[in-house]
């Protein structure tokens, strides 16, 4: 990927969505492709039968907060979300998304500005998210130039690997 | 319960002019702000995103994961073999035939991959060999494998934790983003009553602000009440820096600091504090004066109480040691009220030091003498207990006071035990009457 840049539906989650509801404690020892069948299962049950590849997360505040584990980031990836915006998330969420390449951005006032379904475009480079069913545009928090390039690559090892 | 938060954070008034050591005008800076923009070598604000050169990376035994995951991404050779400091603390000596072949496993790769600070399982807890050995200094910027890689902000450096893929990259690259965090300051007003230490203090904040008050923020600790406190007792406040969401817990790098630091590696070091104009996003004062000892009672840091609350509950175990409070002067306000009496046979009381140097003292100073009169079990300087991996853990039902940072559920051993945290002294005096025990009333 040149440029970073995504488009795809957004699927609205609130505030302070935690790691146990991503991947909840009691299905963490089994493989990815079990775990992930599980995804969200507290809060949103239908999720996974509902979502397609290429979807975008967009959540409130504090996303991806509590347990530092690193099965959260790992099993929304392997479902195939494409990006999650935020007003915020939690930092050892953030770090670990960037650190396996599963693109995240933060854009305050983006939670209240979009509904279910509403078609997206996330550009990581220009730190924009433009709603493009409502035509709304809103500024988000750039990212510096190597957490895009893990993103691209595919997280920070991949980065490695190639060079 | 919510973890550091990226992304939230208020504006602060930053039109504060100055002359900046980087030509132009110069906001006044926190020392997080300081250490930053001293790295990437222009001025930087909270908010914003660093890729910042590491001055020192630490791993104990989570170096084994870190290393084969360099190893899949094809990189064999460590950026600066001199800026690596590897150690065993957490399971040691190996309880078990699996950990065992883990060390020898990390043991051979340290030879062949030549990382300059090797300390083995002989030095002591992580954090505690890191201030020892002179790793951590005022205005250094150092990764640790380890949450509580915090505690080295008692001497003013930027310590913080990260995971093992970070980690990896760190080891190949030498560099790391961060986000420059927003700066809140606690301000310490008084002295310490008797029998009263650091730990009451960071307690009584944890149970007072919560354990979310400083999330993803780096924290200050100034006012006369923190430069009165020794080197120590700042590590146990910087300690617990976590417990409250920080990534940073700072005190200013002072005489006190220079003298700790005297003899302890090559590097000389200076002064650091904030400018007097920096921008702080809070500020709360605690008057330590008038503070009681505390305690947080099971299964949270932050549900404190006083004392007089809890004293009373029946213990089995008392706990003295880990990185928060295991150091000499710990060590010796306990051995103040333990030479007292003895722990009933009923009761369990084990004594982990932080460190081999501390251990040494301790024996010189005849601590060691009045523990094991005491009815103390006396153990190496380990992690052990204190997050469950082996020797002194706890029975379903069983009650421990510790000295150690966390009391979570299942933290050292049954999650049907329970665990409350408090001072040293309040660990002796509870060890001697097998029930909480207010260390003034001994
Ligand atoms: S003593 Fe406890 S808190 Fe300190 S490094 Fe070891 S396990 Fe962590």
Redesign the pocket.
Known sequence: MDYLKITGPAWTFGNNVDTDQITPGHYMDLPIEEMSKHVFEPIAPEFVSDFKAGGIIVGGSNFGCGSSRETAPDALKFLGVAAIVAESFARIFFRNAIAIGLPVLVCPGIASAVSMGDELEVDFEAARVTNLSTKKQFQATPLHHIMVESLKKGGIMKMLADT | MGGEQIGKFSECNWKRPGKSEFGGNKLGETIAEKVFSRKVGKPVRPGEYVVAPIDCAMLHEAFALSWMQLMSAGVSEIWDPQKVVVLF??YIPAPTERLAAAQMMIRNIIQSAGVAHYYGEREG???QVMMEKGHARPGALIVGT???TCTYGALGAAGTGIGTTEMAYVLARGELWFMVPPTIRFILEGHLPERVASKDVILHIAGKYGTEVAQYKSIEFVGDGAEALSVESRMTIS?MAVEIGAKFGFFNADKKTLAYLKGRGDASSTPLAADADAQYEATYEVDQSGLEPQVACPHSVGNVKSIGEVKGTSIHQALLG???N?RFEDLQAAAEILKRGTVPPFVRLYVYPASREVYVKAMEAGLLKIFSEAGAVICNPT?GP??G?HTGLLAPGEVCISS???NFKGRMGSANAEVYLGSPATVAASALKGAITDPREV
């Open positions: 603390d957490h807890i992580c954090h380890d949450s509580h300690n880990s990185c928060t295991g992690c204190c997050f991996a150690t940072n966390r």
